[in-house]
T-cell receptor, first 114, second 111 residues
Framework: DTGVSQNPRHKITKRGQNVTFRCDPI?????LYWYRQTLGQGPEFLTY????????KSRLLSDRFSAERPKGSFSTLEIQRTEQGDSAMYLC????????????FGQGTRLTVV | TQLLEQSPQFLSIQEGENLTVYCNSS?????LQWYRQEPGEGPVLLVT?????EVKKLKRLTFQFGDARKDSSLHITAAQPGDTGLYLC???????????FGTGTSLTVIP
């Protein structure tokens, strides 16, 4: 399978715990995006990388959210001190760094904070 | 912030009917994508339109990009229950740095 892969698919955590999600993009894609999606809404942009450089992170929801892509391949999204409002689907997508190219999404990680 | 608005937000139709979903913005996009998403899954790319006025057909689905590249429509002919899902439009900025998603249209096709 050469698509975008996200792990885990589901995560249930207690409020206050830290969680980390992983995304493996399509191997030829330089760009990697993280989105958050709540029920019935369109995905909300969080951050993106070109190779290992995080070029936009101002849309991360708070300083509890951070993302890394240390070697320009897979990426991780960490949420510290989770809150119930963090419950959502977290989506990763990748694309070529060409203007107007399309993004391909993974299956997402469903986070539930109890 | 660029914003894409989709209409209608919800649509429930009988199998065999036709429907059109609209995606509108005040901003110009270098390209626009349509995705379909099923519950618990990530969005799946249906089509990308790039040129103003472009029309693309994918079996029973017809996609159109507005002449000014600010809006798009998705028309489904003879809808089937398998078409049920959340339809999302997404615009790519001129720098290609972000994909701005629409608010989504939840389609239910009743057998």
């Amino acid at each position: 399978d050469t698509g975008v892969s996200q792990n885990p698919r589901h995560k249930i955590t207690k409020r206050g715990q830290n969680v980390t999600f992983r995304c493996d993009p399509i191997s030829e894609h330089n760009r990697l995006y993280w989105y958050r999606q709540t029920l019935g809404q369109g995905p909300e942009f969080l951050t993106y990388f070109q190779n290992e450089a995080q070029l936009e992170k101002s849309r991360l929801l708070s300083d509890r959210f951070s993302a890394e892509r240390p070697k320009g391949s897979f990426s991780t999204l960490e949420i510290q001190r989770t809150e119930q409002g963090d419950s959502a689907m977290y989506l990763c997508a990748s694309s070529f760094p060409v203007m107007g190219t399309e993004a391909f999404f993974g299956q997402g990680t469903r986070l539930t904070v109890v | 912030t660029q914003l894409l608005e989709q209409s209608p937000q919800f649509l429930s139709i009988q199998e065999g009917e036709n429907l059109t979903v609209y995606c509108n913005s005040s901003s110009v996009f270098s390209s626009l994508q349509w995705y379909r998403q099923e519950p618990g899954e990530g969005p799946v790319l249906l089509v990308t339109v790039v040129t103003g006025g472009e029309v693309k057909k994918l079996k029973r689905l017809t996609f159109q990009f507005g002449d000014a590249r600010k809006d798009s429509s998705l028309h489904i002919t003879a809808a089937q229950p398998g078409d049920t899902g959340l339809y999302l439009c997404a615009g790519s900025s001129n720098t290609g740095n972000q994909f701005y998603f629409g608010t989504g249209t939840s389609l239910t096709v009743i057998p």
